[in-house]
């Protein structure tokens, strides 16, 4: 009798071989990964840029996303009549030229000439109306909604011309259109729906072409021959985003020459990757704050004492040096310094020990143990920890609760005024749409409250309040500029948060590769990417 | 045998109408509105109710479960609420990449496994014995995350033998198959040097040495078959977990498997994926028990199943 130990191992050998080639007609091939040979003579220049991104893309349908990831990609392939450029200032794109009226209710465009969609279909003002109508309707339950839902009408009076009608004034509007979300979508995908274009984004007018999407692997995009600006055109052939969820494996890959782009490479990498020639690491300031907000309406935190004690506690040097390894800016106004309208109120606040000691004595805090509420990535729980060791130094007790997003949110939104859970919450934010109104209303005015909104103190000011209304009656920049410095002094006297830092965005790159950027609102603009 | 199979085959019907019961209920307990998460940040409540109509969950419960119970008899298990893929796709295209990357494993672990194991049973206390039992140790220590972005540094990075990520040619498989089949082969060592320590010093072990069988034959023929039952256990659940997919292991070296499905659906609270996934992995369990346990028969010709 054969011995049942071969026969086993003979018939598991056999199944891992076919396991193991089997599947390698059917499947897809990862060229780009596979080493490249030892030596390389003279190698012709790369025109395929291999970009790491930390996940996949969730869809690529730009009415219907709201993650950076997805939006970097759709840039790739889709335009607005506006857009931003390097620094967040909005830029005409499909636009030549807009307007807007002075009660901030009606916003006119001008379309350039001669620009086709992927599928050659002409962009024209029915084709900018038919886009802008499908996410504006409510029965299209597209997540983007919100953003052109003030929309009541659009009229195009001429082939060149779309103008667009308020139903109330609102100031940011055009921030809105310049907005990843604002894209114009080919009429033919709008027909197609929101399936088709969720998977299949070919309907854009943008310097590269989607060319396929292989679930949880890559997507490639590849360039547009016949894109209407000549000097935006796409300078490599194509663009490979691949998703790689691990840092480590980013970090590698770039090493290897396997990738060409990284975002985003943890600070601990960045410092380690800054001695390899082979790499270059960049960073820029981001339009985050981060911040602890407190519950304002309940002791100890409407006591303006406790707030100034807490704001006096933290020492933010040490945290921009020590747990962000210097990849971060200092906060001195409640706007990030890219963001339009900002004034800077005061240098970034120094640590008083003492003074924050003496402040909670008078106000009398009796030493109730709060919970500070975080996001639980190793990043966030780390940051939290450093800064309850600093918060305990000057007398608070306070405890960590970090919670995957999912328990987080419905700790928050399962809250309101009178059935308080988080009592403090440490948070970042940044404006999407690049204005100063999405940076402080959903924060902190006073009718966006949980269960409406994401402002976690219940902080409701009249004097916040009122001007945060102002500040939207208006497109007029000049008119806006005085409102919102006043806005920011008032928010920075009352103190509704804890301000803590502004972030920055690093990327690494391979030596020979530059064009490509990330946005201060972390959106990456992968268009210009190229090879030295 | 046969008819044996085929009744513990239809025990699997009341285990899958639990086991979907039990999830249903779980992925709706845990904490989480997928509506909420979907709208995303910056969602006003009338968006977050946009989303809830368009994914279902407005309706009852009970609705849900009938609804989706009621579909996935046909076939059709839903839509996955983030990326509006219908999941069977979504969980066929990683179904065979998972099933690739056990299969391979457990071939690297069985075949060190077992090997390190009947060296070290058979040359007990000499540094054979020591050597393998202490790789062990180190191969069920080592965290597979370390050890994957280390092999990663010096097989694709420092001497650039394999690719450092991805999936579709046999290198793609070397360094992840080798860090999952070590840390399989070191439990698989242990049981099958501590199975084999037993039945070596059987009578019937004696006998056949005494009847003048040869030392490798007595070895593998009468011990290690006879050892083997408890190896086969350990490697069936070792196999059912690696059909589970690793998460570690698959965003580590970017395996488009369903670990990394299954931790996002979660994190996303993405119900019906989780629901089916879970469906699959009770199926998987129950199938690679059965064969386990026929295998018993295969190895033991004393056992029988009637």
């Known amino acids: 009798m054969i011995n049942t130990w071969f026969r086993f191992l003979a018939v598991a050998m056999i199944l891992g071989l076919v396991a193991g080639c089997g599947g390698g007609a059917a499947t897809p091939k990862t060229d780009s990964a596979t080493p490249a040979p030892a030596q390389q003579p003279a190698t012709p220049k790369k025109t395929a840029a291999v970009a790491a991104t930390a996940g996949d893309a969730i869809v690529l349908d730009p009415h219907d996303t709201n993650d950076n990831l997805s939006y970097g990609i759709e840039n790739t392939i889709y335009e607005g009549l506006v857009g931003f450029d390097k620094d967040m200032k909005v830029i005409p794109v499909l636009a030549e030229s807009y307007k807007a009226s002075d009660d901030a209710m009606t916003f006119e465009f001008k379309l350039r000439k001669g620009v086709k969609f992927h599928t050659g279909e002409p962009l024209n003002a029915a084709a900018v109306k038919k886009s802008f109508d499908r996410v504006r309707d409510p029965n299209n339950k597209l997540r983007r909604y919100s953003l052109f839902g003030p929309i009541t009408s659009i009229e195009t009076p001429d082939e060149n011309t779309v103008v667009f009608k308020l139903s109330e004034p609102f100031g940011a509007m055009l921030f809105n259109f310049a907005h990843p979300a604002g894209k114009v979508i080919a009429p033919s995908g709008v027909d197609k729906g929101k399936d088709e274009l969720a998977r299949n984004p070919k309907y854009g007018t943008g310097p590269f072409m989607f060319k396929e999407w292989v679930q949880n692997d890559h997507?490639?995009?590849?360039?547009?021959?016949?894109?209407?600006?000549?000097?935006?055109?796409?300078?490599?052939?194509?663009?490979?985003?691949?998703?790689?969820?691990?840092?480590?494996?980013?970090?590698?890959?770039?090493?290897?020459?396997?990738?060409?782009?990284?975002?985003?490479?943890?600070?601990?990498?960045?410092?380690?990757?800054?001695?390899?020639?082979?790499?270059?690491?960049?960073?820029?300031?981001?339009?985050?704050?981060?911040?602890i907000a407190y519950n304002m309406t309940k002791k100890p935190f409407?006591?303006?004492?406790?707030?100034?004690?807490?704001?006096?506690?933290?020492?933010?040097?040490?945290?921009?040096?020590g747990v962000l390894r210097g990849f971060a800016e200092p906060v001195t106004s409640y706007l990030a310094p890219n963001v339009g309208f900002y004034v800077k109120q005061a240098d970034e606040i120094k640590r008083d020990v003492e003074k924050a000691k003496q402040l909670l004595k008078e106000a009398g805090y009796d030493g109730t143990e709060f919970e500070l509420y975080s996001a639980n990535s190793t990043e966030r729980k780390d940051l939290a920890a450093a800064i309850i060791q600093q918060l305990s130094e000057a007398g608070f007790k306070v405890k960590s609760v970090p919670m995957d997003n999912a328990s987080l949110s419905t700790n928050i939104w399962t809250q309101d005024k009178d059935h308080i859970k988080v009592q403090m919450y440490l948070g970042g934010w940044s404006t999407s749409t690049g204005d100063a109104d999405w940076a402080i209303r959903p924060l902190l005015y006073g009718k966006?409250?949980?269960?409406?909104g994401y402002n976690m103190g219940f902080y409701d000011s009249p004097k916040a309040n009122k001007l945060i209304e102002d500040g939207l009656r208006t497109a007029d920049p000049a008119k806006r500029a005085p409102i919102y410095a006043e806005l920011q002094k008032v928010l920075w006297e009352e103190q509704p948060w804890v301000p803590l830092y502004s972030s920055q965005n690093i990327w690494g790159t391979g030596a020979n590769v530059d064009g490509a950027y990330v946005q201060g609102d972390g959106i990456v603009n992968y268009n210009g990417i190229y090879f030295k | 045998?046969?008819?044996?199979?085929?009744?513990?085959?239809?025990?699997?019907?009341?285990?899958?109408?639990?086991?979907?019961?039990?999830?249903?209920?779980?992925?709706?307990?845990?904490?989480?509105?997928?509506?909420?998460?979907?709208?995303?940040?910056?969602?006003?409540?009338?968006?977050?109710?946009?989303?809830?109509?368009?994914?279902?969950?407005?309706?009852?419960?009970?609705a849900q479960y009938f609804d989706y119970m009621g579909k996935a008899l046909r076939g059709n298990f839903g839509k996955s609420m983030m990326t509006r893929l219908p999941v069977a796709k979504e969980i066929g295209l990683r179904l065979w990449p998972t099933v690739q990357l056990a299969t391979v494993s457990m071939v690297v672990a069985i075949v060190i496994g077992i090997s390190a194991g009947v060296v070290s049973a058979v040359k007990r206390n000499t540094w054979w014995d020591y050597t393998a039992m202490v790789g062990a140790l180190i191969g069920?220590?080592?965290?597979?995350?370390?050890?994957?972005?280390?092999?990663?540094?010096?097989?694709?990075?420092?001497?650039?033998?394999?690719?450092?990520?991805?999936?579709?040619?046999?290198?793609?498989?070397?360094?992840?198959a080798f860090t999952l089949g070590v840390g399989a082969a070191a439990s698989i060592a242990r049981f099958t040097r501590a199975a084999m320590l037993e039945v070596l010093n059987q009578d019937y072990v004696r006998t056949?040495?005494?009847?003048?069988?040869?030392?490798?034959?007595?070895?593998?023929?009468?011990?290690?078959?006879?050892?083997?039952?408890?190896v086969v256990t350990i490697t069936g659940l070792q196999f059912g977990f690696l059909l589970g997919g690793t998460v570690v292991i698959e965003s580590v070296f970017q395996w488009p498997g369903l670990g990394t499905l299954l931790v996002n659906a979660v994190n996303g609270r993405d119900y019906p994926v989780v629901q089916t996934l879970m469906m699959l992995f009770a199926l998987q369990f129950v199938l690679i028990n059965l064969v386990v346990d026929l295998l018993y028969a295969v190895i033991d010709p004393r056992i029988h199943y009637a």
């Open chain 1, 219 to 291: 997507i490639t995009v590849t360039k547009n021959p016949g894109y209407w600006n000549a000097a935006g055109a796409a300078k490599v052939e194509s663009i490979t985003f691949r998703a790689i969820t691990e840092a480590g494996t980013r970090t590698n890959g770039l090493k290897a020459g396997d990738l060409d782009w990284v975002l985003p490479v943890p600070p601990v990498d960045a410092i380690a990757l800054k001695t390899d020639p082979k790499v270059k690491i960049n960073s820029a300031p981001s339009i985050y704050v981060f911040y």
């Open chain 2, 140 to 176: 069920v220590s080592i965290p597979s995350f370390w050890l994957a972005l280390m092999l990663m540094y010096l097989l694709a990075v420092y001497v650039r033998v394999f690719p450092t990520f991805g999936y579709g040619t046999w290198r793609h498989f070397v360094m992840p």
């Open chain 2, 1 to 62: 045998m046969w008819q044996y199979a085929l009744r513990r085959l239809t025990h699997l019907i009341p285990i899958l109408i639990g086991v979907s019961v039990l999830i249903f209920l779980f992925v709706r307990m845990i904490p989480g509105d997928p509506a909420r998460l979907l709208a995303g940040q910056g969602a006003t409540l009338q968006e977050i109710e946009m989303v809830r109509q368009d994914l279902g969950l407005d309706k009852k419960p009970v």
């Open chain 1, 448 to 452: 966006q409250a949980p269960p409406v």
């Open chain 2, 208 to 230: 056949a040495r005494a009847k003048g069988v040869q030392e490798s034959k007595v070895r593998l023929k009468h011990a290690l078959k006879n050892a083997m039952i408890p």
């Open chain 1, 302 to 321: 409407s006591e303006p004492k406790v707030r100034q004690a807490l704001n006096l506690a933290v020492d933010r040097e040490a945290i921009r040096k």
